[in-house]
């Protein structure tokens, strides 16, 4: 070791002194060069024993090429491993992080979805329970009014009114889902009972029955003719105008419903007749006359054959009640068009 540094200050100053000489090619002071050389000398043994001294201290290692390569590769390839095992775990967090979170996601859409299809088929289903309990209930309701309006029927709706204020209950109910015709019927079946009645307020409780489900409902031909013949019924009793004109009201809207109901035209012309029996004075006795025509000139106009067999089934029926007077005068001053209408009622009756 200390050959080596004696041949590395040899040559440097060997060095140092042919530089300087090769730089002054005119010869300078010896004094001057020496001194120079000397201090060149100096610094460079400093500078060798500063790199004995960290040679000795261990700060430099002096090891074959081979083997600092396969330290290097060895550190290199240390450091990739554990890289690549720090990017492997922050790989495997995210991607347990993300599945957690998708799993999550997953399962909430997941209920969501069967939540909803739960909730629809419940529906669905209760909608159904629903509407078969309602048909079944309705059915049930609807053979217990027919059963009520069968035995009503048979007592010729002459029974107590307690009866009939059941049967509009029944239609007053918006709980029952009862079908629009058999409200009708049963409507009609109230207005014969009312008819065939003495209750107390019955012409006012007909009007009120009509007025309230008329708006609402089609009701019967046959509704209107009854309330038309209790308010004939009135007029005969009291001879008050206004029943008169009621009667007529009902008589039209029943035609209205059935253009050849031969039951109202019948009533009409018996009311008309009324009206020409109680008239107060000749100008009010020729009012009713020219209506009475207009009626027959209806039912001459109409070519039912239906119409008036019908009309005098119940100018028949009539004769045998309180109308027999007003017919005898109808036969005895309109024979003619009394006459028209039963022929065209004989081939009816064939």
């Known amino acids: 070791m200390k050959t080596s540094r004696l041949i590395v200050c040899v040559a440097l100053f060997l060095n140092g002194f042919l530089t300087g000489a090769m730089a002054q090619p005119e010869m300078q002071d010896i004094n001057t060069v020496a001194s120079q050389t ?56 995210l991607v347990s992080v993300l599945g957690f979170l998708v799993n999550k996601y997953a399962k909430a859409y997941l209920q969501t979805i069967v939540d909803e299809k739960v909730n629809h088929l419940k529906k669905e289903n209760e909608d159904k329970i629903k509407a078969i309990s309602t048909r079944y209930f309705s059915t049930v309701i609807e053979s217990l009014l027919d059963f009520k309006v069968e035995t009503i029927t048979k007592k010729n709706h002459n029974v107590d009114e307690s009866m009939v204020n059941d049967l509009k209950n029944y239609l007053n109910d918006e709980s029952l889902s009862i079908p629009e015709a058999k409200k009708v019927s049963l409507i009609d079946t109230i207005m014969r009972c009312y008819y065939y009645s003495n209750y107390p307020q019955r012409i006012e409780k007909m009007i009120d029955l009509i007025k309230e489900y008329e708006e609402k409902l089609t009701l019967l031909q046959t509704t209107y003719v009854n309330a038309a013949i209790a308010f004939s019924d009135m007029y005969d009793r009291y001879g008050n105008r206004d029943f008169m004109t009621s009667a007529i009201e009902n ?21 008309y007749v009324m009206a020409i029996s109680k008239a107060f004075d000749d100008a009010d006795l020729q009012q009713n006359e020219r209506e009475l025509r207009k009626v027959f000139n209806d039912i001459e106009k109409n070519r039912s054959t239906f119409l008036c067999k019908e009309l005098f089934d119940r100018f028949e029926i009539d004769k045998n009640t309180f109308m027999a007077p007003y017919l005898d005068k109808l036969y005895a001053e309109f024979p003619d068009e009394i006459n028209k209408i039963l022929e065209r009622a004989k081939p009816a009756t064939i």
């Open 38 to 93: 000397v201090l060149k000398v100096d610094s460079l043994k400093a500078k060798v024993e500063k790199l004995d001294q960290k040679v000795e201290e261990g700060s430099y290692t002096r090891i074959p090429n081979q083997d600092f390569e396969n330290i290097v590769d060895n550190k290199i390839e240390k450091s990739l491993r554990e890289t690549l095992r720090w990017w492997l775990f922050v790989i495997a967090a």
């Open 251 to 271: 008589c039209n809207k029943s035609i209205k419903i059935l253009p050849d109901y031969g039951l109202a035209y019948a009533l009409k012309l018996e009311l």
